[in-house]
């Protein structure tokens, strides 16, 4: 058994703690996770440990050279902080590590997208990607998928963040889609490799989408729908929401239009984007999701 530093410590963690648990992020915080690992865990979470599920991830690491960033790690997400105690315990990253140091933006939106915005959410994100930009977003189907090939036809970087492992493609569909983004970007997720992608992990990683990007751009969104969710953790945590108008008949574009009427900026293009992020327009961070 390799030595326990706060590197081991922090990933045979995430093997039994689930994404966002503040109680374990407050004791890592306050006594460090070698000591929480060792005498700071619940009895329920203590049970679970298994050699074999830690052995499995370090193989896995091992064979896809996948890389566990920890805070202060160079190419860790400084935006991560502002997560207070859900912060994760760390990254798993399949690809390439310097994509998530770069200046991030959120590009995110509905599975079920039309023609119309699986376009805007391309040439947003070729824009971004094109400014030396990484574009951000939750590699599922439609807005999502738009958005990473957007910045992949730019040439720029892309990263992914998942709800199970990064070795677990899934929609299985865009498997070709997560191959390419492993060479010019990255797949990443606080889950350990093995993970499944149940549905509360969705949710929970929208707000490391948030965290990451200095800013989110919802392109086709439903009312209710986990694009305006992921907007809302950008808005609490102070960042810029933008939101791209659709026709007012659309079902698709009820959530963008709901953003807009509660404070998000209307933008059209990655020139309005970066308008906003240069900071010439005023920041519009009260939206109440």
């Known amino acids: 058994m390799a030595e ?4 081991r410590a922090r990933m045979i963690l995430g093997t039994v703690v689930e994404p966002g648990d503040a109680v374990i992020g407050r004791q890592v915080a306050a006594v460090g996770a070698v000591e929480t690992l060792n005498h700071g865990l619940p009895a329920r979470l203590s049970k679970q440990l298994d050699a074999s599920r ?17 805070p202060g790690d160079t ?6 902080a502002d997560l207070q105690e859900t912060a994760p315990l760390g990254l798993w990253v399949y690809g390439q590590t310097e994509a998530l140091s770069n200046d991030c933006i959120a590009v995110v939106g509905a599975r079920s997208a039309t023609h119309y915005g699986e376009w805007a959410a391309a040439d947003i994100a070729a824009g971004i990607a094109a400014s030396g930009w990484t574009v951000v977003s939750g590699g599922a189907y439609g807005i999502d998928a738009s958005a990473h090939r957007g910045a992949l036809a730019a040439r720029g970087r892309t990263v992914a963040v998942l709800a199970g492992g990064v070795d677990i493609a899934y929609p299985r569909s865009n498997d070709l889609l997560f191959r390419a983004i492993v ?8 889950s350990p490799p093995g993970t499944q992608p149940l549905r509360h992990r969705f949710l929970i990683r929208n707000r490391l989408i948030a965290a990451m990007s200095r800013a989110t751009v919802v392109v086709e969104a439903r009312l209710r729908s986990g694009a305006s969710a992921t907007a809302g ?10 939101a791209v108008p659709g026709p007012i008949t659309a079902a698709s574009s009820a959530g963008c239009h709901q953003l807009i009427r509660d404070g998000a900026v209307l933008v059209t293009s990655a020139a309005d984007v970066f308008e906003l992020v240069a900071g010439d327009l005023p920041r519009h961070t009260s939206l109440e999701i």
């Open 233 to 242: 953790h950008a808005a609490t945590l102070g960042r810029d929401v933008m």
């Open 54 to 70: 830690i052995a499995e991830v370090l193989d896995t690491a091992t064979a896809l050279q996948l890389q566990f960033l920890i």
């Open 75 to 80: 190419h860790w997400p400084r935006g991560l």
């Open 4 to 7: 326990l530093d706060d590197r």
């Open 183 to 190: 060479e010019q970007g990255a797949l990443v997720s606080e």
